[in-house]
């Protein structure tokens, strides 16, 4: 999906607003845009207003607060940002259509050459919608999932510290899930999604474990005296993090062992479920790897501030 809107934007800043002509660039700020079909326009960006498209748009329609609605045809991009979307019967968009944060209403017959992507919003779209590429829908409770996550993280560990260690466990995961994404050829939908979410809940839960045994050999230490300097303090973490090693071993292989069979299932709903598997599978044994890894290294770094420059022995 092209994504130069992004670059349009930072240009768009610089540009007085002016009226729509033929063939080119139509940028308004708080003042809305018509684009007829005597006056065709290059590429419509608008802030804090709406565009209307009743002719041609041979570019891209970006559109920040405000809304959308076609009539005619866009024969490139459509993003949408805090706004609503609305083509009506027969209306053409060549490449993508995105809306974040806002609704998107299709009529019949409505053409899209690529990808529908609509993030925190609803899509009323009828069956004669052709869409020509994937159709990704995330609604917006997915939003509050992870931050659920995260609030009951802290809530178990009162520590703004340890609640981030445990997530850094989550870009980790993401390296294993989209390389088994691209390995077995899956583009991004509301399945594969909902496999992510389920692996950061599971890497949360497998890193507060790991954090828990780091902690407790900490603390033994610290109670027993034993904890005076940085090398005790290595010491320690050896010790917590090796008895962590073979159960979080058995754990990813489970994991794996229970999700693998789903890759080669048949029959219905199969499609679904390899889906929600392949990015969890994957993200298990890269986040493994840096809970046993990166983990004791992320622990010493942080624990070691509280001791003075003390040669190790």
Known sequence: MRLFPIALLAAAFAITAAPAHADQDAVQFFSDIHVTADSPVSNAVCFFCSVRVDGKVTGDIVVFFGGVHLSGDAQHDIVNIFGSVRADNNASIEDDLVSIFGDVSLGENVTIGKDLVSIFGLVRAPASVTVGGDRTVLQGWLLFVPLLIVLILYLNTQSAIKT????????????????????????????????????????????????????????????????????????????????????????????????????????????????????????VVTSTLMELIVYPAIFFIWRSRRFARIPTQ
């Open 164 to 283: 981030a260690i445990v997530l850094l466990a989550v870009p980790f995961s993401l390296v294993g899930a989209f390389g088994m994404l691209y390995l077995f050829g899956y583009n991004l939908s509301v399945a594969v999604w909902i496999g992510i979410i389920a692996l950061a809940g599971l890497d949360a839960e497998t890193g507060v474990v790991m954090l828990l045994y780091l902690d407790l050999a900490y603390e033994d230490w610290r109670k027993s005296g034993k904890l005076n300097t940085v090398g005790d303090l290595r010491d320690a973490i050896y010790h917590g993090a090796v008895k962590r090693v073979r159960p979080k071993a058995m754990t990813a292989a489970v994991i794996v062992a229970g999700l693998v069979p789903i890759l080669w299932s048949h029959g219905a709903g199969a499609d679904v479920m390899k889906r929600i598997a392949t990015p969890m599978i994957g993200g």
